[in-house]
């Protein structure tokens, strides 16, 4: 899985920091104390989480799925609880619920990318892999110098589950039109980025764009790579010869 949380830009409630007391009992330990607190603090999401967190570890998944929702109920749009919730769904094998928590996060801000990351892994746990691709080329739109979305996750689906698809040459033509896409901006933000007068200073913001680079240009020799296996096995030696070129 992606670190969904990681996209969130959130900082773990303190409460939640302070759970770790359950994690040292036993999983059935854990469930009665935050059973108890739970009576005394009944609208404490992050109570409702740890237990169902608790109940996961016991493949309790029908009593899981009850407490995120509680969760759920009690904060409708807070990330790190819909993150949270999202995390054991998709532990527990329970979609469906892990869908519309998903759409949650996405309905939240449409402009973020963690949202398309959070929907492309229940996509991928139900073995929509294709969905799970469309979004996570959808997620670089909204973030296209963000490091965390590297192309290796788009790699590693076409790799291992759509490479007989029919389809698979449109697959990379995407994934080469997306990561063009993000050379053309990051180019364009390294042009813009104001002149430092601390040598220090620029070194240190240099970097951020070039590496970037690096690692997008080397994912497109990549790409180009594959095109020409392709198109010489299908004895097309014109097309091939463009991409050795390129």
Known sequence: LFNIPA??????????????????MSNEDAITELT????VDPNNANLFLERADNYLKLNNYEAALFDVKSAVSLKPKDLYTLCESLRILIRSGQVYEGMKIAESIIALDSTKPIGYVARSEVKFA?????GAFED?????????????LDTGRVFFILN???KNDENILNYYNQILAVIEDRLIYAAQKHKDQPKFTKLA???LRKPVVSNLQST????????????VKMYEEKGQFEKADEMIER
């Open 201 to 203: 200073d620029r070194e």
């Open 216 to 227: 997008l240009f080397a994912a497109v020799t990549h790409i180009y790579i594959i095109k």
């Open 7 to 24: 996209f969130g830009q959130f900082d773990k409630p303190l409460d939640s920091r302070l759970n770790r007391i359950y994690r040292d």
């Open 36 to 39: 108890k607190d739970l009576g």
């Open 126 to 130: 139900d073995k929509d892999y294709k």
């Open 160 to 162: 291992l589950f759509l």
């Open 136 to 148: 996570i080329l959808k997620s670089y739109q909204f973030a296209p110098l963000d490091k965390r």
